[in-house]
């Protein structure tokens, strides 16, 4: 038997099959989406290195890392309580309406940061007229009830998975229901807990629409600042680089945990037991209301906000064309980008998936690094890059799509390789044996299977395009508006009335992508 793997592993190895076309392509994909890191540094090279280290150790600096890292500090561990708590309450007890529950506290997920920002600054305008609702303490409320989500769903998935054989074994050496769930059940959980933490970490640092609007000085707020009043270059590439390091920091605090962190094997085989169910008793009405209390107050707030300014926004003259011209915009710029970021995704997708070696892997990777990249950052390199390399193509739509190939390439990526990976490598040496050149194997044979995931791929990353604000307020063309920049431009004015339309489409074609995430969830839940 063991031979017989060996024989069918070796037979399907395709290290000496794959093209150098393709292998050129892929290699082009990771300079495409490491563009923006590349220039970054080269520019910031550029300046005397005592200029370059006075931006970055200046009172300025220090007073912006201090705001980022104590937002990302209090965000993540907001997000740690409502996100495990709300995952328990669902997976783990019988309180009434555990699914509606369950379905409820996800949808946050299809809010953008800044249309969140709007919802509760415009809801405080209405409640009470003539105050503000802005700085760090709202920063945190609006920032953390659009992304605990990242931590309620892998802990949801997480606690649904735990093995029951081990907590049986914990109650049967005298440990109670209480006691078993935080020493076992939590235990195993925990790597799925901090992974998703660290999303939402990563998340606070690249923040750059919600902080603008209720004006917390960060890091992604000062760079763009340094873009766009007066254009401050050194500025901004110092901040750049203080703002990147940040978040690498961040992402290798990730992997090391994601390396480190303990894995549990199941007990036993057959049909699992029965897990461990926490009996509330008299605490089940606090509770539920604790838990619905903060999963409807991240949704009610800022839809109540929408519909009623919504209502007042479209009865402006021109508004109907208004909003449907940012729409449109939206789709075609996001179609673009899609299709770009997916062609681009297909070659290295199907590289890695025959030829799975050190280089391979090693490109794969990069390519995530820029998708890590706060989208400010990307924008001011890409900027810089079309003013002084192609000026031609500055402030054109290919630019943007550059921008958007460069931050959503992992989107496309990741269906992409599965869909290669699930392809027959045999199919396309058949082809080749028949004499068709390699190319045409691909197209012809190759890339119809993988149609499933490279639709998968193109869909997410149009989604996720109409939703991104910063590079586009950076890299658009000149009144080129989509639904996220009219948002953004009204909203700047407090004009809520003209803004909500726009917010309301955008919640509205964000809830796609966030229904499928809910639709897996709820397969898996008891």
């Not at 555990?98 to 305008?125: C, D, E, H, K």
């Not at 945190?140 to 606690?159: C, D, E, G, H, R």
């Not at 998340?203 to 919600?210: E, L, N, T």
């Not at 766009?228 to 901040?239: E, K, N, P």
Request: proline share 6%.
């Amino acid at each position: 038997m063991l031979t017989r793997r060996r024989r069918f592993g070796s037979r399907r190895s395709p290290r000496a099959r794959v093209p150098v076309w393709l292998a050129a392509l892929a290699c082009v994909t990771t300079a495409v989406a490491l563009l923006p890191l590349f220039y970054l540094v080269i520019r910031a090279a550029e300046y005397p290195l005592e200029d370059f280290l006075d931006v970055v150790f200046s009172s300025r600096s220090a007073r912006l890392a201090t705001t980022s890292a104590a937002l990302t500090v209090v965000v993540t561990i907001s997000c740690l309580v409502v996100g495990v708590g709300v995952a328990v309450l669902v997976a783990r007890t019988t309180i009434p309406l555990r699914r509606t529950l369950a379905v409820a506290a996800a949808l946050p997920l299809a809010i953008p940061s800044y249309v969140a920002a709007f919802g509760w600054q415009s809801m405080n305008q209405i409640l009470n007229p003539g105050t503000t609702f802005e700085g760090f303490a709202a920063a945190v409320v609006v920032i953390t009830s659009v992304t605990y989500p990242y931590v309620y769903l892998p802990a949801v998935a997480a606690l649904v998975r735990v093995d029951a054989a081990q907590e049986e074994a914990a109650r049967s050496l005298g440990r109670g229901p209480v006691r078993t769930f935080f020493s076992v059940t939590l235990a195993q959980s925990a790597p799925a807990i901090t992974s998703g933490a660290l999303l939402c970490a990563i998340y606070v640092i690249a923040d750059f629409g919600a902080v603008s609007i209720l004006r917390v000085d960060t890091f992604t707020r000062a760079v763009f600042t340094s873009f766009s009043m007066g254009f401050d270059r050194l500025g901004g590439i110092a901040l750049s680089s203080v703002l990147l390091i940040f978040t690498m920091v961040v992402l290798l605090i990730e992997g090391q945990v994601r390396k480190t962190s303990t894995r549990y094997a199941s007990l036993g085989s057959g049909v699992p037991g029965r897990p461990t169910t926490l009996q509330l008793g008299r605490w089940t009405a606090p509770v539920l209301v604790t838990g619905w209390g903060a999963v409807l107050t991240s949704l009610v707030v800022p839809v109540i906000a929408l519909g009623y300014w919504s209502l007042r926004g479209v009865s402006r003259p021109g508004s109907v064309q208004e909003v449907g011209g940012a729409f449109m915009n939206s789709l075609w710029v996001a179609g673009l980008g899609a299709a770009a970021t997916t062609a681009l995704a297909v070659p290295l997708a199907l590289y890695f998936a025959r030829r799975p070696d050190l280089i391979s892997r090693s490109l794969e990777r990069l390519a995530y690094v820029a998708h890590s990249l706060p989208g400010v950052v990307v924008g001011l390199s890409l900027v810089m890059f079309g003013i002084a390399v192609v000026p031609q193509f500055y402030q054109t739509t290919w630019l943007l799509v550059l921008a958007y190939c460069t931050l959503m390439l992992p989107l496309a990526l990741g269906p992409a390789v599965a869909s290669a990976l699930r392809a027959p490598a045999e199919l396309e040496e058949a082809a080749l044996s028949l004499g068709k050149p390699s190319v045409v194997a691909y197209l012809k044979v190759t890339l119809p299977l993988m149609g499933p995931g490279i639709a998968s791929g193109f869909l997410l990353v149009m989604l996720t395009v109409i939703k991104e604000l910063p590079a586009t307020l950076m890299l658009r063309p000149t009144g080129f508006d989509t639904l996220a920049t009219r948002l953004w431009t009204y909203t700047s004015n407090e004009s809520f009335a003209a803004a909500a339309p726009f917010a309301l489409l955008l919640v509205l074609l964000a809830c796609i992508p966030a229904w499928m995430m809910i639709s897996r969830l709820l397969k898996e839940a008891p």
